[in-house]
């Protein structure tokens, strides 16, 4: 890649904070107004909450880790 | 609508809450960004028909497992585990890591110095223009076919599994990737196959975490599939010792020759559609790492669509059928597994990322068939047959056009397929019917340097013929089967294998009968192509953890225990 591109794994970063952003929030939701119907097996472990906060975190350390200023000050 | 489709329609496995539907919107939005991004860098043919060749061994590595990773393949994967039981994980591991170990290391060395734009460029300078045009017509042909078979696939998914209609999945689809790939061209195709690498990954792993849970481990699922299927179902050689004695109806022979040694390495080595991500690295090293990284993910890939099918067996309530019985009982088939086990799982949010990865997975898989169309189109038939004398904003120009040409003509395919289902199983047994001897004719090329310019033509040829010739006789008399699988208890999965056999070995014997009858090559053409006649380039003094042949040692060792465990 040149150096004035943006990397690649800078809009990895964003798309998996985006989601985990969106999911964690579907999950806080329905963690506090739990659902009469969950209509899901396991939802006692409440996967979108975990998964949502891995995903967040995972897209927040690629988006910092590869931001173009960064990427542009370490070439 | 025809009655094909009606069937269909009544059905609808999932629903998607409106934060499922932002999710799903946000991936549209985040792909036509990328390709409006990357459109000021597509300006030469270097950019927009090899990325500026000038991907790390990640991107290049990552693009090229992903280039195999569409949805079709996850869905049809899970549904044959659930089918046939840990059988499946054959395409996988035998049927994949020797090919993209053998291409790291053998032959991608030859591709990268010659520089060539594509496989069939690489025949040219290898064998003349009469190979180059056979494989090029054959593959621009097919590719774009196999899109359009792909997208109605694809819309029929939708249909069953959210209830969309087929006209809207269709056309939202190809717009959205003709607009991407006109505007990025590959390196758009190659960011967008990595995004969906990561969603693939991120939509998916939960099936098999919670799963598993569900089940309670893996020791536990076994005695659960042993109960309710059978005990062969969790074994990967065990039961090949006859045809009779495994879910498949396969003998080793077959998988071992016919999908490690001949279908795998004719996929994985010479089908363009992949081996053109490979050619876009930056460097040798970095082409030659590029097919090591695949492979150590590639073997992962079991985990994400063969295990939730295993699961599905275990602990769905209802029994799936085949697509045959279900279009007529309405009961859901064995393709269905990966939408029902995601449906089991996954509420809002986290529905939405498993249904944005599958249709990642359709549409990169369409922007890799088109670039590689595109490419081929291009360089490979424009270009030399048609117009030669074209400046390279001309051939740009030609293909970002080949790009919308090559979409529409893929939306036309899937509206043929629609009006005419059996067209889909033609063009899907067509495609087969070069992979085989195209691979005898590369691999002979690249090894070997008497083979000469017609032996490398008429060896393809024959070969061809003769994968359609079994194909005919076995479709006219479906008893001619245990001549071409060496067995009547041979099924159709056996077929393909032995049909791949036979006409890598037609090919091959034709060329070298043609090459010793015909005049050899002198060897200062064959520099650059040849093993033998050319240096191959040193990846450099590099510490021992970047040397490819360290990582594919590693990779080895893997691929090795597993099969043990699975045995």
Redesign the interface.
């Known amino acids: 890649?040149?150096n004035e591109?943006?990397s690649?794994w800078f809009?990895?970063g964003?798309?998996?904070a985006?989601?985990g952003a969106?999911?964690?929030?579907?999950?806080i939701y329905?963690l506090v107004n739990p659902p009469t119907d969950?209509?899901?097996?396991?939802?006692s472990?409440h996967?979108?909450v975990w998964?949502?906060a891995l995903?967040l975190i995972c897209g927040l350390v690629y988006c910092v880790w590869f931001a173009p200023k960064r990427q542009r000050k370490a070439n | 609508m025809t009655p094909f489709m009606a069937t269909y329609v009544a059905t609808r496995l999932v629903r998607l809450?409106p934060?499922d539907i932002?999710?799903v919107v946000?991936?549209f939005a985040?792909v036509l960004s990328?390709g409006w991004?990357l459109k000021s860098?597509a300006n030469t043919g270097e950019d927009f028909f090899m990325a500026?060749r000038?991907?790390?061994a990640w991107?290049a590595g990552l693009s090229f497992l992903s280039a195999n990773l569409g949805a079709l393949e996850l869905m049809g994967w899970a549904g044959s585990a659930y089918q046939y039981g840990i059988l499946a994980t054959h395409w996988y591991w035998i049927g994949a890591i020797p090919a993209m170990l053998f291409l790291a290391l053998v032959m991608m060395p030859f591709y990268y110095i010659s520089k060539t734009h594509s496989v069939p460029g690489y025949l040219k300078l290898r064998f003349g223009e009469p190979s180059r045009a056979l494989s090029a017509v054959s593959f621009a042909f097919m590719t774009v076919l196999m899109s359009g078979v792909n997208m109605f696939a694809m819309a029929k998914v939708m249909q069953i599994v959210l209830g969309w209609d087929i006209n809207f999945s269709i056309w939202v689809s190809s717009i959205t990737v003709a607009i991407y790939v006109t505007l990025g061209g590959l390196r758009s195709a190659i960011?967008n196959e990595?995004?969906q690498f990561?969603?693939i990954w991120?939509g998916a792993l939960?099936i098999p975490i919670?799963g598993l849970?569900?089940a309670g481990g893996w020791a536990a699922l076994k005695l659960q599939i042993a109960q309710r299927a059978s005990a062969q179902y969790v074994h990967l050689w065990a039961g090949l010792g006859s045809f009779t004695t495994n879910p498949m109806g396969i003998h080793w022979t077959g998988i071992v020759f016919g999908l490690g040694a001949i279908i795998s390495m004719g996929y994985w080595t010479t089908d363009f559609l992949v081996v053109q991500r490979i050619l876009a690295a930056k460097d040798i090293r970095s082409a030659e790492m590029a097919p090591i990284i695949g492979a150590g993910f590639k073997m992962m890939v079991p985990f994400i669509v063969i295990l939730p099918g295993l699961l599905g067996l275990a602990?769905l309530p209802e029994k799936l059928v085949p697509e045959s019985v279900a279009t007529i009982t309405g009961a859901h088939s064995y393709n269905d597994v990966l939408p029902l086990m995601l449906?089991?799982?996954?509420?809002?949010?986290?529905l939405?990322?498993g249904v944005?990865a599958l249709i990642a997975g359709f549409m990169s898989g369409m922007a890799g068939n088109v670039s590689a169309f595109t490419t081929v189109w291009t360089y490979d038939i424009y270009r030399p047959l048609i117009n030669s004398g074209g400046s390279d904003q001309h051939y740009v120009s030609m293909g970002r056009w080949t790009t919308v040409i090559g979409v529409l003509i893929s939306v036309g395919t899937a509206y043929l397929v629609m009006q005419f289902a059996s067209i889909m199983d033609y063009v899907q047994a067509l495609f087969s019917f070069f992979i085989a001897p195209l691979f005898g004719t590369v691999v002979l090329g690249m090894l070997w340097k008497r083979a000469s310019g017609p032996g490398g033509f008429w060896g393809l040829l024959c070969g061809t013929l003769c994968s359609v010739g079994m194909w005919t006789w076995v479709k006219v008399d479906p008893s001619a089967l245990q001549y071409v699988a060496l067995s009547p208890h041979a099924k159709g999965l056996a077929q393909d294998m032995y049909q791949a056999l036979w006409s890598f070995l037609v090919c091959v014997i034709v060329t070298v009968a043609v090459s010793y009858a015909t005049k050899p090559v002198a060897d200062e053409a064959l520099t650059g192509l040849v093993y033998g006649l050319t240096e191959v380039p040193s990846v450099g003094e590099v510490p021992l953890y970047q040397k490819p042949l360290f990582w594919a040692s590693i990779v080895t060792a893997v691929f090795i225990a597993l099969n043990i465990i699975f045995w």
């Open positions: 890649m040149t591109m943006v690649i809009f990895i964003i798309s998996l985006v989601n969106l999911i964690l929030g579907a999950g329905q969950p209509g899901v097996v396991l939802f472990l996967a979108n998964w949502g995903l | 809450s934060v932002v999710i946000f991936y985040l990328i991004y860098r500026g000038e991907m790390t991107v960011f990595v995004l990561f969603l991120a939960l919670l849970y569900e602990v449906a089991r799982y996954c509420g809002p949010g986290l939405g990322l944005t």
